[in-house]
């Protein structure tokens, strides 16, 4: 497929988590493609149930006919993570925590090489990716995603883009862009109670913090109130 042709009939993928990074680019996505297949990638890790409800919830918020079903693909990593928190729930980072606390190794190696097979098999050349300015792992940084872009070309034998729209923006910045949709229907904790937001981890703290500084009203249901 050359650029010419991809052009005229634009198709994407974005990795979809919940969160308020890949649900605003989801829906900023709708804007730019002609047509928009988000995926969830199941790694079996303990918020995954929570995620997908409301990921599921936003989805059908969106009505758009340029968004296709969301696809939900099987890659289980509690095999490898074994005892890590992000399956047993024990010490899992809490609200002063440092941002390297929460790595999860292979993580945006996993997802894309799963997304690129889905991508490649339906011929869509472009997977998008919300991350964010100031992601201090080295599977999020550029470099990275050029040459992701390059490997799963050659490996699959057919042209595909890892772009990551969000790369200079902050999260605070992100939930500007994103205001008007519904973000109290993204989710982003790794300790959920039941289907809500603990309130008390280090991505519950990061949520709050985000809403706080640009001045939007956080309608998200946490545990534990209060940053």
């Not at 994407?12 to 002609?34: K, P, W």
């Not at 005892?83 to 390297?100: A, Q």
């Not at 904790?189 to 500084?213: L, S, V």
Request: aromatic share 10%; proline share 5%; charged share 25%.
């Amino acid at each position: 497929m050359t650029p010419e042709d991809r052009s005229l009939t634009p198709h994407a993928c974005v990795l979809a988590s919940g969160g308020i990074e890949s649900s605003v680019l989801l829906a900023d996505a709708l804007g730019r493609y002609e047509s928009v297949t988000p995926l969830y990638i199941r790694n079996h890790l303990r918020w995954e149930e929570a995620e997908l409800f409301w990921l599921k919830n936003f989805c059908r918020g969106l009505k758009s006919p340029k968004l296709k079903p969301l696809k939900v693909l099987e890659l289980t990593m509690k095999d490898i993570y074994e005892s890590h928190w992000s399956v047993t729930g024990v010490k899992v980072p809490g609200v002063k925590s440092r941002d390297e606390s929460v790595y999860l190794p292979g993580r945006n190696i996993i997802f894309l090489s799963k997304a690129a097979c889905l991508a490649a098999i339906y011929k869509i050349p472009f997977i998008e990716i919300g991350v964010l300015k100031g992601n201090p792992f080295s599977d999020s940084s550029k470099i990275f995603f050029k040459k992701m872009s390059q490997v799963l070309s050659l490996g699959l034998s057919f042209e595909m883009e890892v772009k990551a729209p969000f790369q200079n923006m902050k999260k605070d910045e992100v939930i500007l862009l994103g205001r008007k949709l519904p973000l109290e229907s993204t989710f982003s904790c790794i300790n959920p109670k039941g289907y809500e937001h603990c309130g008390d981890c280090n991505k519950c703290t990061e949520r709050k913090k985000a809403f706080f500084a640009v001045g939007v009203f956080d309608r998200t249901k946490y545990k534990k109130s209060g940053i």
